[in-house]
């Protein structure tokens, strides 16, 4: 199976300068954790979210200093203005509307005053998106990325 998080995001280097010292993250979507991991090795606390099974249990049993939770990104419970910064790599695509929506507010309410949201997603327009078809398991939902 296809798993995601493979590499950490770059543009993540570049926002470092900004967050908080030791700083608190959620990664919702983590896949098995590289963006989650490398800012753990720099300090922030981090939670990381999926609902990929051995890609949380991987990252718990390997990375003890990062709280991983499996599960669906629409069941977690997201805390009050408690991150500094949430990322959200890729992963909203596959939601329909509604739920993106949902989502989003959820993770505006859990961003601490001046937290920062790094949202990534792709499109059928990316030279990616072939290669992702022939890797990505579909859905019977609609409204979603394929």
Known sequence: MFKFGKKINEKIILLIPFL??????????????????????????????????????????????????????????????????????????????????LTINNILRSLKNEGFLYLQVFSIKDSSYKSFLEKAQPTKDKNTFY
């Open 20 to 101: 908080p010292k030791n700083g608190s993250v959620l990664d919702l979507g983590c896949g098995i954790g590289a963006n989650s991991i490398f800012l753990s090795n720099k300090g922030f606390d981090v939670t990381c979210v999926d609902k990929d099974e051995e890609s949380i249990k991987n990252i718990k049993k390997n990375h003890s200093k990062i709280n991983a939770i499996e599960s669906n990104i629409l069941d977690f419970n997201f805390p009050v203005e408690k991150y500094d910064f949430v990322l959200v790599i890729n992963t909203l695509p596959f939601f329909k509307l509604g739920d993106i929506k």
